[in-house]
């Protein structure tokens, strides 16, 4: 572990709902993530984001959410069941960014008043996270019937859900650490039919260094065709940046 730079895994509180119980849940979420050495954690309230409605996308997309989410080496999302499936709102922020989320890791933590503990919503958000270039882990954490969970205070009552975050945080920064480790070392490798279109190397911006291209990802458009934006990281600092070009294969 490169101990000059700790792991950043921010905590995305899903829903905006006035009494949301999943505040609570990401509050627990925050300091069970702050006691552990080696990361650095923050809450990430959607409430405070206000995005706008009247377009979607990269279209929308908030400066302060999209660093944080460069910066980010994994997310927990804290993801409420509404009708059997995720918060929209949640969905209209996650969808603001692309780039930014790739070969990184993703746990969800589910929240339901129902005895599912939100496993329903999870289910239909894991293919989302997996075309945003999220690599999904398979621990999650589920609060069944959350309004009997927490005090008045907002302090935890049911302590068995203690040891049942250590395993999916174990799980979370192993996976974070890896996909680290192959953003900034591991190199993709093009097929015998594809173009050299990253013979030129990237170099870093913050250090000079160059970088390593790990990934392309299809940014799909209304246009007449579709652009790859290929995925560097800088191996030193962790930096990350891209640069698009364009393909007729993805569609
Ligand atoms: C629009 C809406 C739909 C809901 N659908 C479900 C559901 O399908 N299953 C369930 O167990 N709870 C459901 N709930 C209750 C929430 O899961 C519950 O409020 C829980 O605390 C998580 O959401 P919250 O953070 O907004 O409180 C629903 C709540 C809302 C507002």
Not at 20 to 37: D, E, Y
Not at 51 to 60: K, L, Q, W, Y
């Amino acid at each position: 572990m490169d101990a000059a730079r700790p792991l950043y895994v921010p905590v995305i509180l899903g829903t905006s709902r006035r009494g949301r119980m999943s505040l609570p849940v990401a509050q627990l979420m925050v300091s069970s993530l702050s006691g552990r050495s080696e990361i650095e954690t923050e809450l990430i309230d959607i409430a405070r984001m206000r995005p706008r409605v009247d377009d979607a996308g990269e279209a929308i997309k908030d400066a302060a959410f999209s660093a944080r989410m460069s910066r980010a080496d994994a997310l927990v999302v804290v993801s409420p069941e509404y009708n059997h499936g995720y918060s929209g709102l949640l969905k209209h922020v996650l969808d603001s960014c692309l780039k930014e989320y790739v070969h990184k890791a993703v746990g969800v933590v589910g929240v339901s008043a129902g005895p599912f503990g939100g496993t329903r919503g999870i289910e239909a958000l894991l293919p989302v996270l997996r075309e945003l270039g999220l690599v999904t882990i398979f621990w999650d954490v589920n609060f069944s019937t959350v309004q009997n969970v927490f005090e008045g205070s907002g302090a935890l009552r049911d302590q068995a859900y203690l040891p049942r975050i250590d395993k999916f945080l174990g799980e979370l920064v192993w996976m974070a650490r890896t996909l680290r480790h192959g953003r900034e070392h591991v190199v993709l490798e093009s097929g015998p039919r594809q173009a050299k279109a990253e013979a030129k190397p990237m170099i870093c911006p913050s250090c000079g260094l160059e970088m390593n291209h790990h990934a392309e990802k299809a940014v799909l458009s209304t246009g007449p065709a579709d652009v790859v934006e290929a995925l560097h990281a800088c191996p030193a600092c962790g930096t990350g940046a891209s640069r698009r070009g364009e393909t007729g294969t993805t569609r």
